[in-house]
């Protein structure tokens, strides 16, 4: 285990995160379907977020 710790605390921050997610919709028993409909709602959040700082950027 540690060298899957060790390979995890170098791996980029959005496998990271993934893993955390993926650790609590698993360990939550969150049905995949409804997980996934979940990350669709967040997704469309993110995206709607970073548009409006590219328009606030301009």
């Given amino acids: 285990m540690t060298s899957t710790a060790n390979s995890l605390d170098n791996a980029p921050d959005e496998i990271k995160l993934a893993v955390d997610l993926i650790y609590l919709l698993e360990s939550n028993e969150v049905d995949p379907q409804i997980a996934l409909k979940a990350i ?13 700082q590219a328009k606030s950027a301009e």
């Fill in 40 to 52: 669709k709602i967040v997704k469309n959040d993110l995206e709607a977020k970073l548009a409006q």
